[in-house]
């Protein structure tokens, strides 16, 4: 169940899909089965993110970046500050999503600096960690994931109600995920370390879960302890996929 008091949120990341035309479509196909429940949020690509950000105002769905720079503003050529994603109306930003820990080689610090600027720039952070195949089959998963919240998360991340995600990146895109049992056992791992870390604080912040996630499996991964909800990629691309694993959200035990 999700933790108590603790208001679900489920979050779409389009990755690098779409056109405006596309992006157009399924926000609003997304805003118009909305039902009350969980928080939603979507994550378009940068584009997109001004036009979806109108469509939806004043809508209950909130629009989200996947990546921001560590600095305001300067020259860093194609990159993309934190308070330019707030001008254009995001609220949330996603950081240290595996495929940018793999593809542009960030780090845990460059992760951190990231936050701190989204923080900075009023944005909630979604910090991704998760641990690779070959990590989890060598039985390190809570031990690589400890170490990136560590190093991940700045020390005013709880105040602001920073939201983790805990995506194995060997279930993204797969259609596998680990069992109920290895989801629960590394999202009471998480919230351990949130606590320990920020205390009461820790104890209220949202743990998503983010892995081929879908319609079928949302019920029982969103019913288990920790789990206040979760990040879609592929499932989020389909308006009536999305919506679904938000019902599974409204209807799971809290
Ligand atoms: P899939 O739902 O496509 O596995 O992607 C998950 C993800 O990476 C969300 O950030």
Redesign the pocket.
């Known amino acids: 169940m999700a933790t108590p008091g603790v208001r679900p949120l489920i979050a779409g ?1 389009w990755k690098m899909n779409g056109s405006t035309a596309e992006a157009a479509a399924l926000a609003g196909a997304v805003a118009a089965g909305a039902g009350p429940g969980p928080d939603l949020l979507v994550c378009p690509p940068f584009p997109y993110l001004p036009g979806v950000a109108a469509a939806l105002a004043g809508k209950p769905v909130a629009v989200g970046a996947q990546d921001c720079h560590a600095a305001a503003k300067g020259a860093h050529t194609g990159d993309v500050s934190a308070p330019m994603l707030k001008d254009v109306g995001a609220t949330y930003v ?1 950081l240290g ?3 940018r820990r793999a593809n542009h080689a960030e780090t845990d610090a460059a992760v951190r600096a990231k936050t701190e600027a989204a923080l900075a720039a009023g944005l909630t952070p979604i910090v ?1 960690v998760g641990e690779s195949e070959a990590e989890r089959l060598a039985g390190e998963a809570e031990a690589v994931v400890t170490s990136q919240l560590d190093g991940s998360l700045p020390d005013g991340f709880a105040a602001a109600g920073g939201v983790v ?1 805990y ?1 194995p990146v060997w ?4 259609g596998r995920t680990p069992t109920e049992a290895e989801i629960a056992a590394v999202h009471a791992t998480i919230r351990a370390r949130l606590v320990a870390r920020f205390g009461a604080a820790g104890g209220g912040l949202r743990i998503l879960y ?4 879908k319609p079928s499996n949302a019920v029982a991964i969103l019913a288990l302890a920790n789990v206040d909800g979760g ?5 989020s691309l389909v308006a009536a996929d999305f919506l679904a694993i938000a019902q599974a959200a409204a209807a799971a035990p809290r």
């Open positions: 990341n996603i999503h595996s495929e991704c995600a995506e279930a993204i895109g797969t983010g892995g081929s996630m990040l879609i990629g592929g499932a």
